[in-house]
Each structure stands twice: as structure tokens, then as C-alpha cells.
């Protein structure tokens, strides 16, 4: 069992930054990635990083939000700058092995006007 572990959310105002945090208990993955989902809406990829460092990004995170790991800490980082208020969510880190995934439990994100 792979442990994924959130951390770093919290409010902020429009314009603000926050850096989430997702502590895997395994190096080995082929992707990882950040989630999020809204009330009332389904859940959406927000940024995703490969083993080999390729990222890719949600239209609505392109040029704001950034992600990037730690290989020595198993931990993945998702820096997001310029925050909206529409980017209030619950944000989930997905680590995948490959023939397997795991979830984080989700942190809150909420960023007022």
C-alpha cells in the first residue's frame, strides 16, 4: 500500500500563492499529478509530472501554476501563483505506479475576491 500525503493548503486572497506538497512512500511511479475538484463539479487534472520530469498542465493552470519534485523526499510540489477564486477546490494527489493508483486524502484550497 502506497501512502500519499497532502499538504500546504489553506485560504488566500485573489492574487495570492500557496505551494501544495504530496509526500509519496514510494520513488517508484510513473506519474504523478494534482488534481481538484469543485463543489457540484467532477474531478480535473490540474498539473501532472512523469518520472522523467515531463509535465503537463490543465488550460486553466498554463503560465500560473507549477509543479516539480523532489526525487530525495518522494515529494511533489505544486506552486500556484495568481491565484483565482475559481481555483477553489479540494485538491487531490494522485500517485501512478503504473498498473496501480493512489490517492491522497485531499486538501482545501480556497481563495476569496
Known amino acids: 500500500q502506497?501512502?500519499?500525503?497532502?499538504?500546504?493548503g489553506g485560504s488566500v486572497q485573489a492574487g495570492g500563492s500557496l505551494r501544495l506538497s504530496c509526500a509519496a512512500s514510494t520513488s517508484?511511479?510513473?506519474?504523478m499529478g494534482w488534481y481538484r475538484q469543485a463543489p457540484g463539479k467532477e474531478?480535473?487534472?490540474v498539473a501532472s509530472?512523469?518520472?522523467g520530469g515531463t509535465t503537463n498542465y490543465a488550460d486553466s493552470a498554463k503560465g500560473r501554476?507549477?509543479?516539480?519534485?523532489d526525487?530525495?523526499?518522494?515529494?511533489?510540489?505544486?506552486?500556484?501563483?495568481?491565484?483565482?477564486?475559481?481555483d477553489t477546490a479540494v485538491?487531490?494527489?494522485?500517485?501512478?505506479?503504473?498498473?496501480?493508483?493512489?490517492?491522497g486524502q485531499g486538501i482545501q484550497v480556497t481563495v476569496s475576491s
Open 2 to 8: 502506497v501512502q500519499v500525503v497532502e499538504s500546504g
Open 28 to 31: 517508484v511511479f510513473a506519474i
Open 43 to 45: 474531478r480535473e487534472l
Open 49 to 51: 509530472i512523469g518520472s
Open 65 to 69: 501554476f507549477t509543479i516539480s519534485r
Open 71 to 86: 526525487g530525495a523526499k518522494n515529494t511533489v510540489y505544486l506552486q500556484m501563483n495568481k491565484l483565482k477564486p475559481e
Open 91 to 103: 485538491y487531490y494527489c494522485n500517485a501512478d505506479l503504473g498498473f496501480k493508483a493512489f490517492w
